[in-house]
T-cell receptor, first 114, second 110 residues
């Protein structure tokens, strides 16, 4: 089954404790991206990657890091989490094409930082 | 920067009604526009994608239109059902980035 898999789905952590949220897709998509969803603010893009070893900042990159060493994986790293990073996070992927690139989303990762 | 707005924020209709959800965006330089459905606590499911050269797309009871020059898209849902209750989001693709509206929360009352 074609899918985007995120782990963990739920996580409670404390301020300053480094964590990684993994994202993997099995559709050979070039494009991968991370979003956070907050009430009243909608989905905002954190980072995106057009292909292996190519990453770029979205609208809210502060406090996050990413890497794209393999085509299928795009982990989101919070080096020193803070309470304002408590949010629902989504990973998504799509092919890079001329305009028919349907975004496929993971199920989401709910993160709470105490 | 692209700004995407969805009106109304919430909508409640009786079962069987036809309804229209609205999406507007500020920059007409887009590759495509997608409509998604999100159920509570779940991920987003793509419903329809309209490329910038297209005017509309249809899937079953759903019809989405795009007027790029005026920065507007509509999602038309025919003969609404309780199972249509969800939040509907639109997103515009500018090439490298996707910009989302805050969604319309739809409740269809049996």
């Amino acid at each position: 089954e074609a899918q985007v898999t995120q782990n963990p789905r739920y996580l409670i952590t404390v301020t300053g404790k480094k964590l990684t949220v993994t994202c993997s897709q099995n559709m050979n998509h070039e494009y991968m991206s991370w979003y956070r969803q907050d009430p009243g603010l909608g989905l905002r893009q954190i980072y995106y990657s057009m292909n292996v070893e190519v990453t770029d900042k979205g609208d809210v990159p502060e406090g996050y890091k990413v890497s794209r060493k393999e085509k299928r994986n795009f982990p989101l790293i919070l080096e020193s989490p803070s309470p304002n990073q408590t949010s629902l996070y989504f990973c998504a992927s799509c092919k890079v094409s001329s305009g028919a690139n349907v975004l496929t989303f993971g199920a989401g990762s709910r993160l709470t930082v105490l | 920067k692209q700004e995407v707005t969805q009106i109304p924020a919430a909508l409640s209709v009786p079962e069987g009604e036809n309804l229209v959800l609205n999406c507007s965006f500020t920059d007409s330089a887009i590759y495509n526009l997608q409509w998604f459905r999100q159920d509570p606590g779940k991920g987003l499911t793509s419903l329809l994608l309209i490329q910038s050269s297209q005017r509309e797309q249809t899937s079953g009871r759903l019809n989405a239109s795009l007027d790029k020059s005026s920065g507007r898209s509509t999602l038309y849902i025919a003969a609404s059902q309780p199972g249509d209750s969800a939040t509907y989001l639109c997103a515009v693709n500018t090439g490298n980035q996707f910009y989302f509206g805050t969604g319309t929360s739809l409740t269809v009352i049996p």
